[in-house]
Every structure is written in structure tokens, then in C-alpha cells.
């Protein structure tokens, strides 16, 4: 690093005052030293892009002046990612129809086989052909045997994790152990499934967190696993935040988790909409908005196999 120092001094000094203030200008050179990306000198952005060190020295060394702008500035990043609204929930499409999965889990099937949640109108018309055509239960997807017993489908999620490190097999397991009492092992596989993005998994470590059910409680880190899930796109995990803004005084803040969680079809955060806009602190615009994006998303989940299955169902409950 000194050397590169020394060389950077001499082309200074050769180089005309015009080019060392562009240099300058177009934050070319390192916050800490000076030296600019030169010839053989790379400079990296810090994590909030204000500012470039050509080592992990100069910033360390910068740390003491740079701290406050740059814990203000990954705050408003921050901010900027949890409150853009997602283009769908963290559930995504039926693999089969193509259509946004329901939020509440009752209405899919999760396939233990190729861990594919399916809809149920798709999974309920798989069953139908199969009954009039006389053939064995099969995924709808994968077309592999469905599993005839609990132990056959944990032996599938297993078989999932061990052989493609599956993140969503991951978190079904740690549902399944949680349900069972046994909280740290399914704090394990969730912050697994967490570290390869599950979006699930994030709620689910943002909840074992909170409750202290399988770790340490430690609402900070609660809350850094409901964003994750939210900028993942899930509703649940955001009108939880939304929940402890409130709890905080933080309304503003509120209402903008409820109306983002609203218009991708949670019911529930459309109602503390409408109860903010009673209280004023959602303009009637807002809570239209929240109103319209709330109908899209429940119509653009519905589909005619969909509630033959809910017809089904309320006759035949499982």
C-alpha cells in the first residue's frame, strides 16, 4: 500500500490540477488516503456506495469519521427495500396453473416429493382424472407415488435436503419439529434455509426469535428476520412488523407494512388499513389504493377448479 501511495504522489504531482479535481469530483480516490483508481489501483464501494477505500486498512482506519453517514445511509437503503412494494408473495405461482398461490395455507397442497406447493383446484383435478381413469395417486407435478403415510413424506423431505440442499424441504422440516417441541432443531434448519434465501424460513426465525422458543430471545434480530421475509414478499412477516410499529408508536411506518400487505391479498392488514384511515393516519387515497390492490390480487387467484375444490372440501372436510 505504501508503494502504491508513492506512485499515486508522483503521478499527482505530473498531472495537471483539471484531472486530479476530476479525479476528486467523480469520487475516484480513496476516502481515506487520497490515492485514485489508477493504472494498478482498485477501489472498493463501501456497503453504503458514499464512499471507496483501495484497502481494508484505510477502511478501518476511516471507520471513526465514516460511521455515522454510513449507518444513516444503509438505514435509508434499507428502508427503500422494505417498503418497495414485491410483484408477487414470497409463495409464488402454482406450478400447474400458473396462478398465484392463496396466502392461507389450507387451500394447497405442499408435495413432499418435489416440494412444489400445488394449489388445491389443480391438485383436487389431478385426482379427479385419476379416479375416472382408474390410475394410482401421483404428484401432479413431478408425477412421482404420493406418500401413503406422515413417515413416507418425512422420509421424502429428508431425501430432499440431503441430496439438492432444498431451502423450502428445509423449512418444512423445521415446521414439523416445531410442532413437535423440538425449537432448536427447528431453529437449525430454518436459519439454513434462511442462508439460502427462503423467504419462509426468515419468518419463521423472525418468530423463534421473538418468542425465545429454541434460541435466545432477541427482538433485533426478530425484526431483521421479518424484513428479510418481507422484502421477500411475505404478508404475514410484514403485518407482524407492522404490529410492533404500532406497538411503538411508529403509524405511519404501520400503515405503510399494512397497505403493502394488503394489496398481496392479506385480509387481516386490509382491515388495520381501513381502522388507520378511521383514525386518519391513512389518506382515503391510500386506503382506496390498499382496496384495489387487495381485489386484484384475491381475483387474480381465483380460477373455476379452485372453487370446485372449496366446494369439495366444505362437504368432504379432511
Known sequence: IYIYRERWQRRRTAMSANK??????????CAC???????????????????????VDCQKNDRSRHKKACKKKMAELRDRDL???????HLGECPICCLPLPLHPKNSMFMTCCSKSICNGCDYA???????????NRCAFCREPAAESDEESDRNVMKRIKKHNDPVAMTQMGKKLDKEGEYR???EYWTKAAELGDAEAHGCLGGSYFSGEGVEKDEKRAIYHWEQAAIGGHPTARALLANYDMENGRFE?????????????????????KKLF????????????????YQASVEAAKSAEREKAEAFYKRHPL
Open 20 to 29: 486530479v479535481e476530476e479525479l476528486e469530483a467523480a469520487d475516484e480516490v
Open 33 to 55: 488516503c487520497g490515492i485514485a483508481a489508477v493504472d494498478d489501483i482498485t477501489l472498493k464501494n463501501c456497503a453504503c456506495n458514499l464512499v471507496k477505500y483501495c484497502t
Open 185 to 187: 432443531k427447528a431453529f
Open 83 to 89: 417498503f418497495t412494494q414485491p410483484d408477487s408473495s
Open 126 to 136: 389431478n385426482q379427479e382424472r385419476e379416479n375416472e381413469q382408474g390410475l394410482e
Open 278 to 293: 378511521v383514525r386518519g393516519v391513512v389518506s382515503k387515497e391510500d386506503y382506496g389504493a390498499a382496496l384495489r390492490g
Open 253 to 273: 411506518r404501520a400503515a405503510k407494512q399494512f397497505i403493502i400487505a394488503a394489496s398481496l391479498g392479506c385480509d387481516i392488514s386490509l382491515q388495520q388499513v
